[in-house]
Structure formats: structure tokens, C-alpha cells
């Protein structure tokens, strides 16, 4: 019988201890790694340094310079429109999700990436911090394209990251998890919302909150995004219910499924899909990064499949 999750008691929970990113930039240090994110640096208006977060290419370049400077990585773009994630964000996630796992380092840990995206960050973090060995999945075939394209151009991470094109959108693990192959943890960044104009509508509250009073009636895609990104039928809620639908087969070949939750509007449905898929165990872990809470929810079929307790 599966655990009784609840919804974290708090949504502050501010970043992972172990998340390199926990305080402001280091600008200077940045640029010495990737001198041409210095055309991109403007006054912050509480004092120091910071970029023009409206500006998708300042976005796309800091990201660069992160990944060059924490990661190791010699190169990293993505095509036009793609997602460009908030690395820390992304980076909170895999030190989460690595706690469910016993902290685990060595590629004897394999994990399965749903949406892996033309930026492959969640490999690219989990490779580096913790040595872990990914399969990285996508609907998209620029975005697998590109996602190749990033781990042939780095050596790091050459031989520890596979990508795999899903050619059925309704499928989440058929056709891309291969017979007899185990995973430690599957990760899965979800398209939060459930049409393009919600998306749109989404974006524009983002910049809102990000604009320090600046007024936005239009979404300027700062983070990007391709429509299969962003929204599917049914939200994130529809998304994950039917990844967990789908994990039941797989249940005695991975420890741990998990996924990003956006919003808490989700948990309910998500909870009642888990108690019919009959999921041992349950947990629901805070995230924030500055005016951004999230949650991760995990779950396993494999009795004592880890030893971390959530919030």
C-alpha cells in the first residue's frame, strides 16, 4: 500500500546545500570562463552586477558561462527558441533526486531522462557532480540532434550520455527503454501547462515578477520554449498521471520515478494516480529558487528503495 503524501509543509525551502549555486553570480569569475557574457553585464538596481534576464540571448549566454566555469563543459548552444533553463533550478533537482538514492556517485548509477531537451542540462549536471551514466529521451528530433551535438563537442561528457529519439508521443517509456535494461531513477522536467495561450498567460506572470514593476501584456520568451515544451493537453497534471500509469510495468527495473511539479494545484490528481498505480512509497520534496517554488514528487514500486525522508 502506498504512503499518504502530503504537499510540503513549506514551499521555502531555499536551494539544495549542495547546489553550487546558492548565491549570487560571480561575475568577474564568469567572464574570465566566458568573456563574452561582459557585453551582456548591467547595474543591478539593489547594487552589484547582474544581465538583462528579458534578453533570450543574455540568458543563453549566462548559461554558457555557467556551464563553462562549474561544469567543465569546452561548448554548449541550443537552436533559436529552444528551452534555456535556470541552471540552479535545474541543478536542485539532481541534488534531490541523488538524496532519494543515498547521495550515489559512479557510473554504476544509470538514470533515464524524459524531455531531455535541446540544452541537456539534467545530464550534463548529473554526469558532473555525481559521475552518473544517462539515457536522454525526446519527442523532438532537433532536440536530440542538438543534444548529441553537445555531448560529442565535450569530452566530459563523451561515452556518459545517450540520446534517444521517441518517436510516439503518447508513449513515455515504450520504444525508448530497452528490454531488460534497469535504471536507478528516471528525472522529467513536464510541459507545466495545458494550451498555448495558458503558456503565454504563464510567461507573461513570470516576467511580471522578474520586472520589478515593468509591465508586460505580451510574453517575451527570456527562457524560450517550443510548443511541445511548454504545454500538452491536460497540463502537467495529465503528463504525470500518465507517466505514472506507464512506470507500473517498469516498476521492479528503476528505484525511483520522479518529476518536476510546478503547481500545487497539481498534487491532488497526482497523489490519487499514484494510490491506484499503488506505489510503495511517496514523497513530495519543496524546491525554491528566489520567487520560484516547485516541488519534486517521487515514487517506487521497490520496498526500502532509498533511506532520504522528504521535508
Known sequence: MAS????????????????????????????RSCPELAQFIVPHPLGGDTIDFFDPVAVTILNRALLRHDYGLTWWDIP??????????????IHHAADLLGASKGANVTVLDIGTGANCIYPIIGVREYGWRFVGTD????????????VAANPVLVGKIECRLQTSPADIFNGVVRSGERFDLTVCNPPFHASAKEAAEGT???????GEGRKFDKPVLNFGGQ????????GESAFVRRM?????????????????????????????????????????IAMSQGQKNSRL??????????????P
Request: overall charge positive; aromatic content about 8%.
Open 139 to 150: 519527442i523532438d528530433p532537433i532536440a536530440i540532434q542538438s543534444a548529441k551535438k553537445i
Open 227 to 234: 510548443n511541445h515544451e511548454l504545454w500538452c493537453p491536460g
Open 80 to 93: 533559436a527558441g529552444y528551452l534555456c533553463p535556470p541552471i540552479p533550478g535545474r541543478a536542485d533537482y
Open 244 to 284: 505514472i500509469a506507464q512506470s507500473v510495468p517498469l516498476g521492479d527495473r528503476c528505484r525511483w520515478f520522479t518529476t518536476l511539479v510546478s503547481k500545487r494545484g497539481s498534487l491532488p490528481a497526482i497523489y490519487y494516480a499514484l494510490k491506484v498505480a499503488r506505489a510503495t512509497d511517496v514523497r513530495t
Open 4 to 31: 499518504s503524501p502530503k504537499a510540503p509543509p513549506s514551499e521555502k525551502s531555499g536551494p539544495h546545500p549542495r547546489n553550487r549555486h546558492r548565491t549570487r553570480y560571480d561575475f568577474p569569475a564568469l567572464i
Open 204 to 210: 507573461v506572470r513570470k516576467l511580471r515578477n522578474l
Open 297 to 310: 514528487v517521487a515514487w517506487t514500486f521497490s520496498p526500502g528503495a532509498g533511506t532520504s525522508r522528504s
